[in-house]
T-cell receptor, first 114, second 115 residues
């Protein structure tokens, strides 16, 4: 149980375009979802926390207009990278949590902006 | 703010041997959770073991066990009978029960199991 999926697993887009990444909790309803960014050989950097039906809380230094997060239901959160640039290329990971329990992580999405 | 420190960027161990990964943390909270996550080359984060701060008994999951020293704020992971599949990045994580259950990750330890 407690499976989290992400789609797509890998996306290549042109500079200036937008790309949407979906995160789904497949067999449970997540009270909270988190979005992380990870650079090669580095730790996970929390970007934002989202609760269903409310606005996401962004970490300091994360541009909320660039990284749009929508948490429309208890099983789906989306991250849209708007007007992507090469520096946005990274590995994006989502996670979902049930109440006061550990986070369950998705497999990640590799974004390459050309 | 909570901080998590992993002082060993890279480690290696011979297959079938035992290795210990270190983690220290800093917090003023009394109730929290600690985790070890494994990230293999596939980059999927996998929960290895969980420890509740209010429990004195060290958590164990098969070949994985922790040494939780609450007063010293230390949370080390011991891997016994190391296997090739244990090769991965290992992240120590602190979860506050107060700040929206946010995770604070260490910088990770890259473990290589040598055949």
């Amino acid at each position: 149980g407690a499976v989290v999926s992400q789609h797509p697993s890998w996306v290549i887009c042109k500079s200036g375009t937008s790309v949407k990444i979906e995160c789904r909790s497949l067999d449970f309803q997540a009270t909270t979802m988190f979005w992380y960014r990870q650079f090669p050989k580095q730790s996970l950097m929390l970007m934002a926390t989202s609760n269903e039906g409310s606005k996401a809380t962004y970490e300091q230094g994360v541009e909320k207009d660039k990284f749009l997060i929508n948490h429309a239901s208890l099983t789906l959160s989306t991250l849209t990278v708007t007007s992507a640039h090469p520096e946005d290329s990274s590995f994006y990971i989502c996670s979902a949590k049930i109440l006061q329990r550990e986070q369950y992580f998705g497999p990640g999405t590799r974004l390459t902006v050309t | 703010a909570q901080t998590v420190t992993q002082s060993q960027p890279e480690m290696s161990v011979q297959e079938a041997e035992t290795v210990t990964l270190s983690c220290t943390y800093d917090t003023s909270e009394s109730n929290y959770y600690l985790f070890w996550y494994k990230q293999p080359p596939s980059r999927q984060m996998i929960l290895v073991i969980r420890q509740e701060a209010y429990k004195q008994q060290n958590a164990t999951e098969n070949r994985f066990s922790v040494n939780f020293q609450k007063a010293a704020k230390s949370f080390s992971l011991k891997i016994s009978d190391s296997q090739l599949g244990d090769t991965a990045m290992y992240f120590c994580a602190f979860m506050s029960t107060n700040t929206g259950n946010q995770f604070y990750f260490g910088t990770g330890t890259s473990l290589t199991v040598i055949p």
